[in-house]
């Protein structure tokens, strides 16, 4: 079946970085793209971009891309985003998802607490 | 950016009846393969989204009949007929078609 498993929940000072992580089972990690979202506490679903697995080609949202990295390591079936210069608008659920058009399968979300 | 807008935000609903929900497009959601990528998420407290709804009209696999997704152009709804308790929660549209992809607001769905 197929999963995504996130890495576990951070807390960060503002101004630092973060790095989660998104491990795909159960399916041809190079057939899918995968997608990140984040929810802020109490708020919506923001769409934060996207990676092609297969050539690694990124899209970003715009208000993200100077501070975002997405990589892949087709290795481990692994996917990361990585957030730099953290600040508390920057606290939310972090989720990974399969696919861009239409993202079907989601992970469990990690929670990333930025605080002084 | 292609804005997504959700209406109602809030919607008490009886169980056993039915309930709509609303997702209009800033514009066309028609793809270059002439798919229209309309998606709606349902997100219970606490958990992630689960997709329901695919191309406007495609339920996934172990989602009941009682949703279903219709709509053409900008306009586009999603029915839930007899609801359930099991209902409740927020109803996300989102497209796929235009970069950056983008949500709706939300639908926050709970029992009268």
């Known amino acids: 079946q197929v999963q995504l498993v996130q890495s576990g929940a951070e807390v960060k000072k503002p101004g630092a970085s973060v790095k989660v992580s998104c491990k795909a089972s159960?399916?041809?990690?190079?057939?899918?793209?995968i997608t990140w979202v984040r929810q802020a506490p109490g708020q919506g679903l923001e769409w934060m971009g996207w990676i092609n697995v297969n050539n690694g080609n990124t899209y970003y949202v715009q208000n993200l891309q100077d501070r975002v990295t997405m990589t892949t390591d087709t290795s481990t079936s692994t996917a990361y985003m990585e957030l730099r210069s953290l600040t508390s608008d920057d606290t939310a659920v972090y989720y990974c998802?399969?696919?861009?058009?239409?993202?079907?399968?989601w992970g469990q979300g990690t929670l990333v607490t930025v605080s002084s | 950016d292609v804005v997504m807008t959700q209406s109602p935000l809030s919607l008490p609903v009886t169980l056993g009846q039915s309930a709509s929900i609303s997702c209009r497009s800033s514009?066309?959601?028609?793809?270059?393969?002439?798919?229209?990528?309309l998606n709606w998420f349902h997100q219970r407290p606490g958990q992630s989204p689960r997709r329901l709804i695919y191309?406007?009209?495609n339920r996934d696999s172990g989602v009941p009949d009682r949703f279903s997704g219709s709509g053409s152009g900008t306009d586009f709804t999603l029915k839930i007929s007899r609801v359930e308790a099991e209902d409740v929660g927020v109803y996300y549209c989102?497209?796929?078609?235009?970069?950056?992809?983008?949500f709706g607001q939300g639908t926050k769905v709970e029992i009268k």
């Open positions: 514009q066309g959601l028609v793809y270059s393969d002439g798919s229209i990528y």
């Open positions: 998802a399969r696919g861009g058009l239409s993202p079907d399968f």
């Open positions: 159960g399916y041809t990690f190079t057939t899918y793209g």
């Open positions: 989102m497209q796929g078609t235009h970069w950056p992809r983008t």
């Open positions: 191309k406007v009209s």
